[in-house]
C-alpha cells in the first residue's frame, strides 16, 4: 500500500511543525510550504494526496489557493481540508462551493485533524462535510 503524502501550506511555522510531527509518527509522508505559492509549486513536481490548508495567510487568501488547486485539471482530484481561526458561516460555505472536502476551525485538536485525514482518504471524493 502506498503511503499517502500529506502538504501542509500554513504560514505559521509551529503549526506546520506540530502537525507534521504528528503525521510522520502515524506513517504519512508530510511536504510542507509557508505559503501558497510554495504550496502551489509542490502540488506541480510532488505526488499529494492531501492538502491541508490554511485560510488567513498574510500574501494569499487560502481560499484563493483552493480555487487555483480545483481550477486546475492536474490537481483538482486532491481533497483539501480547509484549517480557519476565523469561523464565518460565508467563509466555510464558500470553501465548501469551491472544493474543499472538510473545514477544521483552530484551535484543533491534533488527533482530529489525524482522524479527518484518514476518513478524507478513505472517502475520496469527499463529500464536503464540516469537522468541528
Do not use: W
Not at 483552493?66 to 469561523?87: F, G
Not at 485538536?109 to 478524507?120: D, G, T
Amino acid at each position: 500500500m502506498d503511503v499517502p503524502t500529506v502538504l501542509i501550506i500554513d504560514d505559521d511555522e509551529t503549526n506546520r511543525k506540530l502537525i507534521s510531527r504528528l503525521l510522520v509518527r502515524n506513517g504519512f509522508e508530510v511536504q510542507t510550504a509557508s505559503s501558497g505559492q510554495g504550496g502551489l509549486e509542490i502540488l506541480a513536481n510532488v505526488p499529494v494526496s492531501v492538502v491541508l490548508l490554511d485560510i488567513v495567510m498574510p500574501k494569499e487568501h487560502g481560499l484563493d489557493i483552493l480555487q487555483r488547486i480545483k481550477d486546475n485539471p492536474a490537481l483538482r482530484h486532491i481533497p483539501v481540508v480547509m484549517l480557519s481561526i476565523v469561523e464565518h458561516e460565508k467563509t466555510r460555505n464558500q470553501a465548501f462551493a469551491l472544493g474543499a472536502c472538510r473545514f477544521m476551525e483552530k484551535p484543533y485538536n491534533l488527533r482530529e485533524i489525524l482522524s479527518v485525514l484518514r476518513e478524507v482518504l478513505d472517502e475520496h471524493p469527499c463529500r464536503g462535510t464540516s469537522s468541528a
